[in-house]
């Protein structure tokens, strides 16, 4: 590094050019806290980065997708019924983790408690079996879900699988069936 003193110091690459009547030293500080300055603010960026990329990545990463069906409606609650096949094995043999899941939407002016039912079967001469159940609250005009109702682990096997929801917000009726199907074994 060379100094001169009327045009500046060389530091780091950087040309220091200190006030009139101020002692290098002082620069010299300054120039070191903003250094420090925009490191940590670039840690801070590529943290935030960091952070934002974990939420966006699945919890599971073979997590099957979900698929919705028709909808249904009691009081002023609107639901669909959705369903999703998830690889598995047991021992030496596929299987497929089936999952129901409810999604509801409250059109109305208040909030409402909303309980539901979810069930299971073959489409090809199986019967329904209740898979879970469950209660939620949800808001005015705001909707809730996915949320899982209930699962089931079956062999795999080519046949086609279906789920069904229905719903009952406090002081209503029971809505009618929302299905929601999947082939049980498809990739």
């Known amino acids: 590094m060379s100094t001169c003193a009327h045009l500046g110091e060389k530091v780091h690459e950087t040309l220091l050019v200190a006030p009139q009547g101020e002692p290098w030293s002082l620069q010299r500080n300054r120039l070191e806290e903003r250094n420090e300055t925009l490191h940590l603010r670039r840690i801070g960026t590529v943290l935030s980065v960091a952070a934002l990329t974990m939420l966006t990545i699945p919890a599971n990463a073979h997590a099957a997708a979900?698929?919705?069906?028709?909808?249904?409606?009691?009081?002023?609650?609107?639901i669909n019924g959705c369903i999703s096949a998830e690889r598995g094995s047991a021992g030496r043999f596929p299987t497929r983790d089936i999952t129901a899941y409810i999604k509801a939407r409250n059109t109305g002016a208040k909030g409402l408690n909303v309980s539901y039912e979810a069930f299971f079967r073959v489409v090809d001469g199986g019967h329904w079996e209740k898979v879970g159940s469950g209660r939620a609250y949800v808001r005015a005009g705001e909707?809730?879900?996915?949320?899982?109702?209930?699962s089931t682990t079956r062999v795999c096997g080519p046949v086609k699988v279906e789920i069904r929801v229905h719903a009952r917000a406090d002081g209503a009726a029971w809505s009618g069936w929302s299905p929601a199907a999947t082939k049980q074994c498809q990739t």
């Not at 919705?68 to 609107?78: D, E, L, Q």
């Not at 909707?143 to 209930?150: L, S, T, Y």
Request: with cysteine.
């Open 143 to 150: 909707a809730i879900g996915p949320v899982e109702v209930g």
């Open 66 to 78: 979900v698929a919705c069906g028709g909808g249904a409606s009691t009081a002023r609650v609107a």
